[in-house]
């Protein structure tokens, strides 16, 4: 795929997004939508903006310029930001002109908190008819824990991810990635989109009702199919799996890999490769779910075999009979890999202080697309007149 730029709009050209949101999973909304070519502004407080502004890494300006957030910048490329206090009246009918040109407005206030600001869907909605209005919370708009508090560890904890990370006899963990956070960003974006679809053949908008809790059930199918066929919760398992084995960490010479032999035809080649052609013929491993069932006793052979070669000497004889396996990296590793750098995902970005560091950019391939940071990502309130000034102006046409 060329990396070239194209003569083409970008995807979500002329799309204008109002991303009314802090921390992380609304400004991760916003971001994959602006890397695609939205037009997306970020409203902020005027008294310190959000929040993630002040989250570590900091990085020192030139000229001793005042630090910016590099966990702040990870997620507001491309964005541009205004400062609005919606309490004070003046903003407040600012932000409803912006509404009236907006086709997409997301947000992550706990239920009611923008309606008694004059800004929940129903009384924005007679502002703009085909105004797509995404809410992001922890529980959703309804239920006994639509006021509840949420942060994304709390939600893993109540959505049962909890209960099935980690080692069998640890104690639950949570993801090490705010996987809450990011997988509710994937479906936000994505609902966003196919509502801005009908939007446009109907002139009619929606209400999204977009919550963490749900979005990690969601993609907790396998373990919620378990669960309702079974009738037992499944349980931590570590890195093993529970239909399939070998396919877990294991510890080599030198550091852990993963091996995933995950049909009768890997488990052979894997087999052959340990220097044990036995082990497919022995009663215990002659069938995936019976490796499976059994892959306690498994590890108990492997394991030693495996300790006694280094991580690379294995990864590259099972790469040459195409059985899946890999290193354990950490981030260092897998960001100077050399496949990361052929695919072009690790860019440098410069923020406003004039800092240079680099970030990870949008990672998904599109035909006559190369991403690009145009906007490095916004002192607080920087576009304020600017945004005012083009979107308050007679409304573009609309993209077909």
């Known amino acids: 795929m060329s990396k070239e730029r194209s003569a083409l709009p970008k995807p979500l050209a002329g799309l204008r997004v109002l991303e009314f949101a802090q921390i992380a999973a609304g400004p991760f909304t916003g971001c994959l939508l602006a890397d695609l070519g939205a037009d997306v502004v970020k409203i902020e407080r005027p008294d310190g ?32 930001s205004i400062a609005l206090d919606i309490k004070n009246d003046s903003d407040l009918k ?64 109540m959505s049962g991810m909890m209960s099935v990370t980690g080692e069998p006899d640890g104690p639950p963990v949570k993801c090490g990635v ?14 966003i989109l196919a509502a801005v679809m009908r939007a446009r053949q109907t002139g009619q908008g929606a209400h999204i009702d977009c919550s963490i809790l749900g979005s990690l ?13 079974t009738g037992v919760p499944p349980s931590r398992l570590g890195s093993a799996h529970p239909r399939n084995a070998p396919y877990a960490g294991f510890d080599s010479a030198d550091r852990p890999f993963t091996i995933a032999a995950g049909n009768d035809k890997l488990w052979r080649d894997t087999c052959a490769i340990v220097g044990r052609p036995d082990l497919p013929d022995d009663p215990r491993f002659i069938t995936q779910s019976l490796r499976a069932r059994n892959q306690g006793e498994l590890a108990a052979i492997l394991q030693p075999i495996f300790s006694t070669r280094t991580a690379a000497e294995w990864i590259s004889e099972f790469d040459a009979k195409g059985i899946p396996c890999a290193p354990i990296n950490n981030f260092a590793e897998i960001l100077a890999d050399p496949h990361i750098r052929e695919m072009g995902w690790v860019q440098p970005i410069t923020m406003p202080n004039g800092t240079t560091t680099k970030t990870v950019g949008f990672p998904i391939g599109i035909s006559d697309f190369a991403f690009e940071i145009t906007h490095t990502p916004p002192q607080l309130g920087a576009h304020s007149e600017e945004v005012f000034d083009e979107w308050t102006q007679r409304r573009s046409a609309q993209v077909p």
């Open 217 to 229: 059930l969601g993609i907790a199918a396998l373990q919620t199919s378990e669960y309702f066929g």
């Open 178 to 191: 705010p996987v809450g956070d990011f997988a509710t960003g994937l479906y936000a974006a994505f609902v």
């Open 94 to 157: 600012r932000l409803y002109a912006l509404i009236e040109n907006a086709d997409v407005f997301i947000e992550n206030f706990r239920p009611g908190v923008l309606i008694r600001a004059g800004l929940g869907y129903e009384q924005v909605k007679s502002r703009n008819q085909r105004l797509v209005y995404c809410s992001i919370t922890g529980y959703g708009q309804t239920g006994p824990y639509a006021q509840k508090g949420a942060f994304d560890v709390t939600v893993q904890a």
């Open 49 to 80: 903006g959000d929040g993630m502004r002040g989250w570590p890494p900091l990085h020192r300006g030139e000229n001793h310029a005042d630090p910016f957030s590099g966990n702040f910048t990870s997620v507001n490329r491309n964005k541009r």
